[in-house]
């Protein structure tokens, strides 16, 4: 396994605080560096990425978690400006989503999220599902910009 030499940003895209907690939890298991943003909606994310008001001093992500049902602005609608914007679109994002629907996988798919995963219902497997995209997406994974 690579060393990664610097702190990887977060960007976490989650409006349920129980699950900002859980994600957080189970991402602190972890040996690898890493700082978490997070965003309580889709208008706030977009306006972490493009710097805009309270987040003018915010840094580009190295990796989007991005839940669908969100106020203001949905996940897909989010997930779409990133993927169409030269200066975003290389930002993984990982779709983390309660729903399992077809509809909704294949749409994630269809806007270009890098992957959709769906959100465990208790800790242990919640610690699972994170150990598993820190793995490959931390470790395995080069990222944009990362050594």
């Excluded at 290389?90 to 806007?111: C, F, T």
Aim: net charge negative; aromatic share 8%.
């Amino acid at each position: 396994m690579d060393y990664i030499p610097r702190t990887l940003e977060v960007l976490l895209v989650e409006d349920n605080e129980g699950d900002v907690r859980l994600i957080k939890e189970a991402f602190n298991e972890s040996k690898i560096d890493k700082t978490f943003a997070v965003a309580k909606d889709g208008e706030e994310a977009l306006n972490y990425l493009y710097r805009k008001g309270q987040h003018s001093g915010s840094t580009r992500p190295d990796i989007i978690l991005l839940d669908i049902n969100l106020p203001k602005k949905n996940g897909f609608e989010v997930l779409n400006s990133i993927k169409n914007d030269p200066d975003l679109k290389r930002i993984p994002v990982i779709m983390l989503s309660s729903s399992s629907s077809e509809d909704h996988i294949a749409k994630s798919y269809d806007l270009n999220a890098n992957c959709y995963v769906t959100k465990p219902v208790d800790f242990d497997e919640y610690t699972q599902v994170v150990k598993t995209i820190e793995d490959f997406w931390f470790q395995m994974v080069k990222l944009p910009g990362v050594a």
